[in-house]
């Protein structure tokens, strides 16, 4: 919920974002999205500020120790199997999107039935009994609203820099994620951590940044947009946090309950801006337009992206948000690696390099996080 994929060697991050649409159809979207960039750069810093400090919801129990992350808390073989889960269904996912988008190229229109499937999935679950919804304020709604404009804003900052720079341009920006993560976890919240941790993220951004090495093209508007875009996702996952462990404790049913129908209907909007709303009009009335095929596929794809966002946002409240932006790395070496044996994608010896360093710098950081949860215990006895 979550961005045909320009190309499976060069992958693009999944989730709640249409990081894992394509190439294509973002540049068919450049001259609409053109129009809109300068809003959307003046209204996200006021957002992520609200999202981050300006609500009691989301201020943190400011300490310098990182073992009182709630994350810490979580047995590790939950994690684990979280984690795995995590990866299947993202990677599931992109191959979904792939093709779909290959025979519809409407990539703020499939968000939308990412959104409204999910919304669909969590109030059914809430009809069930299974899901009970949390009295809230006034000021917690309006922090969900922002997160849910956080999301979008998300979505389309992507977007318009994504069609004024090259994909593996992109994919190198945004494999600084940890890096960036770590950094507003210590400018907001003050955590630390421990040296291992600081050192482990060098193979893991390193590494990414060799597995989708190509051909960097960016203008100095578009550096700028993709900057942007790095940080808002950092934002979006630590406030996606924040959210089901803070104050506010919200699950992650609950939390994809309350902000997926503001997405929807905000996706819905960007959709009409863009044109794609036309596009799909004119696409109906083609002969074969709407298979059987396709529906099934449409279908298929929306279950999969509601299965996704559920242990996508549990993930993250387990795990943690600087884990989750590891995973993403993690996961586009996993994509190329998929697509060399689906599709049989030739790569270079720096991309095959940039796999093998990711997985082992992913291996190395696990291994850190595991040797710091023991000192803590055999600190505590």
Known sequence: MGEPQPSLSHPQPTGLSPDNTGSDSYHSLRKSDEDTKDSLDSSSSGLTSTLLQGSPELEAQVSSLVQDAPENQVPRGTKIIFIALYLFLNLSLTLSNKSVLSQLSLPWLLTVSHTTATSIGTFALMGTGYLNLTPLSLRSHLTLLAFSILFTLNIAISNVSLAMVSVPFHQIMRSTCPVVTILLYRTIYSRSYNT????????????????????YQASGLGFLLTLLGVFLACIKTIATNRLMTGPLDLSAMELLLRMSPLAAIQCMAYAALTGELSALRRFTQLDGGFTWSLSIALLLNACVAFALNVISFQTNKLVGALAVTVCGNVKQALTILLGIVVFSVPIGVTNATGMFVTMMGAAWFSKVELDNKASRLLGGT
């Open 196 to 215: 291992g941790t600081y050192v482990s993220i060098v193979p893991l951004v390193l590494g990414a940044g060799l597995a989708t090495a190509g051909d």
